[in-house]
Every structure is written in C-alpha cells, then in structure tokens.
C-alpha cells in the first residue's frame, strides 16, 4: 500500500553545481550516498519540517542508470517515489496491472535500511515511478 510521497528525483550531471540551487530555496542537505547498484551519487534536501525530499542524483560511471535519462533529456525530473509498507507485494502489483517493470526484485536504496524498485507507468504519462520501503521505521 502507498503510505506517502517520500522524494522526487532529479538526475544531474554535476551535483556539486546543482546541490547550491537547493539552497537558494532553504532546503538542506539530509543525507548523501553512493548508490554502487545503479552507478550513481545521490543527496536529499528537505524543506525544515517536511519529510518529503528532492533527491539530486548523478552517475559516477559511464553504465550508470541514469546516463540515458541525461543524454536524451538533460537534467531535470526523473521520477516520484512513493514510500510503501510491503515492496514485494507493490512491486508484484503494479506488474499484474501492465507496468513495465525496471527492476524485477528490490535493491538497496540510497539511504540506510532503504529498499527500492522503479516502474514505468506507460506511455500516457512517461512517468518512472519509484517504490521504496523502510522496512521496520520507527
């Protein structure tokens, strides 16, 4: 079951120029972390007093996951995820209803504890959506 909106991504080529633009905005900087199973750099910035975040992520290697997303589009929006309470059970889900799978199992995430998994949700909306799931959180 989706619980909340917990990010939107934003793919860049350089997050050290990027990652200032958040600041004009008061956002800070939550978290950073290498993310080695999809080849990229990740930070989230929140908003004081809001949960949700805006993940700045740019690759570190010529296979990274979002290499193709740059080449095609530039930087910009790249998905919204969605924080959910049973992964395996989403993710199965939105296969049985005619997304297009990117991940067919979960993977570790660019936080601690984090598992995730994106989708595409179809030409009529263009939109990659990621689930991620906490596990236990408090």
Known sequence: MI???DHV???TADLGAAAPMLGLMDMKCTYSDDVDTYG???SFWQCPGDTTSIELVAPVREDAAVRGHLRRLGPGLNHVAFEVDD???DLAALRDRGAVLVDEEPRRGGRPGLRV???HLGPSTGLLVELVDYGNRA
């Open 3 to 5: 619980l909340r909106i």
């Open 9 to 11: 991504g934003v793919v």
């Open 40 to 42: 990229v750099v990740t």
């Open 87 to 89: 992964i395996d059970a």
């Open 117 to 119: 998994a994106f989708a």
